[in-house]
Nanobody
Framework: QAQLVESGGGLVQPGGSLRLSCAAS????????IGWFRQPPGKEREGLSC????????YYVESMKDRLTISRDRSKSTVYLEMNSLKPEDTGVYYC???????????????????WGKGTLVTASS
């Protein structure tokens, strides 16, 4: 069973950047794809990006691909999500999740991910 812990959230000024971390339990990155999601206040959770377990291939939803970079450090069993040019609408709780399935080009579907962290809050505000 994979365990995931997000960190790195906080208050960021619009236009700023942020790097979120997802610390995964041992060997998780060897067997599970890791996805990042967010849930804005009062809205449904949405998928943002995914990194595959096999070769570290990266995938982004079209609307966010210009502002996101997903990466991983296998030695630290950690996946990162860098966000640039933050906007107030980027405010929300950000989650990472693990899936035994492969990432899919252009889509990050919540139903394909089995294990979830508790989330970290990002607030983009001046």
């Amino acid at each position: 069973q994979a365990q995931l812990v997000e960190s790195g959230g906080g208050l960021v000024q619009p236009g700023g950047s942020l790097r979120l971390s997802c610390a995964a339990s041992k060997n998780t990155l060897d067997y599970y794809a890791i996805g990042w999601f967010r849930q804005p206040p009062g809205k449904e959770r949405e998928g943002l990006s995914c990194i595959s377990s096999s070769d570290g291939s990266t995938y982004y939803v079209e609307s966010m691909k210009d502002r996101l970079t997903i990466s991983r450090d296998r030695s630290k069993s950690t996946v990162y999500l860098e966000m640039n040019s933050l906007k107030p609408e980027d405010t929300g709780v950000y989650y990472c999740a693990a899936s035994p399935l492969k990432c899919r080009e252009g889509e990050v579907k919540e139903g394909l991910f089995n294990y979830w962290g508790k989330g970290t809050l990002v607030t983009a505000s001046s």
